[in-house]
């Protein structure tokens, strides 16, 4: 897709702002839940994979309204258009109070307001090229959505989906992954441990290393990274000996955190 062509859809991306009831707060761990919301009207909440919305909460329950921008982590769904899910990490006192006052709303029947839909990074690309789903951590959310998506659209198409961690724990999607990877023969699931631990059997290393390790020819692949702007960049820059193009390549960082991206093409 051509920037201008580009540009036409996003701007085809009308915000608008929705009540919601709080259907479901429910553990993944023990510090990442997946939150179910739908709209109180029955409202379409139309987005496209990959995009994100903005929570408005009070937090402090001060009376100050906080926007929060998350990730949605579930495809749209014509079945069940008036809602979604999010998922949440309680790292920080403050996600903590984030993941208190949801459960509040779901106890006492609060309504919360969403708007949506936001981002340029959604699944955009011809899905007969290879497709290649990067995420560090609670990226994998904006991942998971897109790759929920290529499947659905096109069951055979050639998804190479690698997910890094830290910690082992951080890792609370595994089976629906592997699962995934079983089902449909040309989607390669990889999980990636930073450090080497002796209670974790696959491979280690950063994700640059991992990918390169596997002798993929990028140059075709449709490339699409969620993580912090320095995972993220940096992670391109690498990858450009492996045939990485600028203009294949897409993630909510060129939008927040803009830079020169130097990719060969």
Known sequence: MTDSAMSRVVAEDKVGTYACSVISVRPLNGIIFEIELQSLKGEHLSYKSGQYLALELDVNNDGQVHSLFYTIASRFNLEQPNSLQLIIQKNSEFSSKVIDRLMEALQNQEPVNIALPMGKAFLQTDLRFPHVLIAAGSGISKIKSIAEEILTQRPDANVRIYWSNRKIDDFFMLSRFHEWSEFHQNLHFTPILESADKKWCGRTGYIYEVIKED?????????????????????????????????????DVFEFAPKERKIAV
Do not use: F
């Open 215 to 251: 002798l993929l020819d990028l140059s075709d692949a449709q490339t699409y990274l969620c993580g912090s702007p320095q995972m993220v960049y940096g992670t391109m820059d690498e990858l450009r000996s492996e045939g990485l193009k600028q203009e294949n390549c897409y993630s």
